[in-house]
């Protein structure tokens, strides 16, 4: 019959008014900025390098090797190398960068130059309350502006923190298994030079 | 102690009014009661648009406006600076003058309306004797106002827009006003004042109204439903259709007249809903009679809010129509259903009081209703396609 349709949809909507304040769940809405949605782990926002321990300058792991650089589909990475070398992460000596700026206006967060690089040095933070009122160079981050500790990584993605401090700590172990190496062959001469490596490999 | 509080406004209007020389105290009596008419209205639109925008998020499953004020009921403040520092922009190809008198015009039609409708008891404007007519009258003008505002637009849409406004104006006026003269023959009178006085009585504890009467729950209907058309409120708001041709003949208005159009179109939708609470529910008068003590004012503006709260509840609830279901439903269906209300309405008058003419009259309705409701949906079924030539 003409209207039933209608008295059916009347219905309906004074349930959705009457229910909206009986029953919470149907209001969605989350009431910026007094709450917030809850982030997932993986979620990524900006780029930050990562330092080990308490100085922020003797900690980072960037060795500016420009892989990140080159590989930024928008270019926004922009590394100088220094001239002197310090020792990275894994306790090897390497440049570092004397002028790391990101132009976070231009980044599209797609991950990449995480994804290149080899010295677990640069990851996403989840940080996305960054308005600034300086049009020029608020969003211009510079090395200082994006160093943060390890702590840091480890409270935002615990599980990606745990793989990259393994993957860390297994090179680490490499390079000092190395320098024990070498160091014994300094000591004994009459040892021989093949490494334990090589072991493997049948003798000509 | 009760007639004081319900005339309290007419006496406070005679206490000022007397302070001034006799002379100007006609003059002075009725701009008093134009500034009140005014203020009043103009502060029911705001609260209305926070209402209506609340009243759409909650049936919507969200929350309103509710930043500014308590629970956002300030928000009309914070529109209005909005649409008064906005910059007015007037089309190259618009005619100027046009353009600047459409809204003003809509708004002087709209507030007009307001001067025949009786608020509370001897609380009217201007007791004219043809008040009916006089309401019917001014509405046309706003249409007149919508058309002169999508032809100064200079835009062909906004054109459409007003052309299609005015074409869905004029087919529902015809409904409005043979639903009304249904009530003007029972009242046998056409002046507002005595339709409410009508309808002022109780048998036992019921009211009088209209309201109550075979014909006139249909006429009522009837009358709601053109005058959603005629306010150009959804499910009728084709020529503003907000999502399609964005806002149809107000498209080229910004700021300051895109405001004053909204309160035109706000205002004529709170006139048209108080002409239809003066003929058909009572005007001022209680719903029960052990009510009465109530002042007859916040009766008028309690029946007025429950009409604002059904257009808010409708609005929420249907979808737009297309301008020829429009069209059809006001010609195919609301036009026969109005001339058969007029016949129920004499069948009423001359039929003597009891349950046969109840019966006849409720009768008559429900088959017109059921009738015509089929054979307008009958239309709606698809067929297969013939094409006649291809065979």
Known sequence: MLGEGIAKGLVETARNFFGSYVNKDRLTTVQYPEQRLPQIEATRDFPFLVYDGDDWQAGMRCVACQICEKECPPKCIFIEKSKDKKADAVGKPQFYPAVFNIDVSVCMSCQICVEVCPFEAIKMDTEYELSTDDRFCGLLWEKERLSKPNEHYRRIHPTDAAVSDALLAEEKAKVEAKAKAANETKTNPTVSNTTPADSGVPSA | ?391
């Open chain 2, 1 to 391: 102690m009760g007639d004081t509080v319900d005339q309290f406004f007419v006496t406070l209007q005679q206490w000022i009014a007397s302070h001034t020389p006799v002379g100007l105290q006609p003059v002075i009596s009725t701009v008093l009661a134009v500034i009140a008419i005014l203020g009043v209205f103009a502060l029911l639109f705001a609260m209305t648009t926070v209402l209506e925008r609340k009243g759409l998020g909650r049936i919507q499953n969200r929350y309103g406006p509710n930043r500014v004020g308590p629970w956002g009921f300030l928000q009309p403040i914070a529109d209005g600076i909005k649409s008064l520092t906005k910059e007015d922009l007037v089309p190259r190809g618009a005619d100027k003058t046009v353009h600047l008198l459409a809204p003003i015009l809509l708004v002087l039609a709209a507030f007009t309306l307001f001067a025949v409708l009786p608020l509370g008891r001897n609380m009217v404007l201007v007791n004219l004797d043809a008040g009916v007519l006089f309401f019917f009258a001014v509405s046309s003008v706003m249409e007149v106002a919508i058309f002169m505002a999508g032809w100064s637009s200079g835009n062909k849409y906004s054109m459409l827009g007003a052309m299609r406004a005015v074409a869905q104006m004029i087919s529902y006026e015809v409904p409005l006003i043979l639903a009304s003269v249904t009530v003007i023959m029972a009242a046998s009178s056409l002046s507002t004042v005595g339709i409410v006085e009508r309808q002022a009585g109780y048998t036992g504890v019921l009211p009088h109204w209209f309201l109550f009467t075979p014909w006139g729950f249909a006429g009522f209907f009837l009358f709601m439903v053109s005058a959603t058309a005629e306010s150009n409120r959804s499910p009728f708001d084709l020529p503003e259709g907000e999502s399609e041709i964005i806002a149809g003949y107000f498209t080229e208005y910004s700021g300051f007249k895109f405001a004053l159009f909204f309160l035109g179109e706000y205002l004529g939708m709170f006139a048209i809903s108080g002409l239809g609470i003066t003929l058909f529910l009572g005007g001022w008068s209680a719903p029960f009679s052990f009510l009465t003590w109530i002042p007859s004012y916040f009766w008028f503006f309690a029946k007025l809010l429950v009409m604002i709260v059904m257009f808010i509840w409708i609005r929420g609830t249907l979808p737009r129509l297309r301008m020829d279901q429009l069209m059809n439903f006001a010609w195919k269906f609301m036009l026969p259903m109005a001339l058969i209300n007029l016949v129920n309405a004499g069948v009423w008058h001359f039929l003597p009081h009891g349950v046969l003419r109840w019966l006849l009259c409720g009768g008559l309705v429900a088959v017109s209703y059921v009738v015509l409701g089929r054979g307008l949906t009958q239309g709606w079924k698809l067929e297969k396609r013939i094409y006649r030539f291809a065979e």
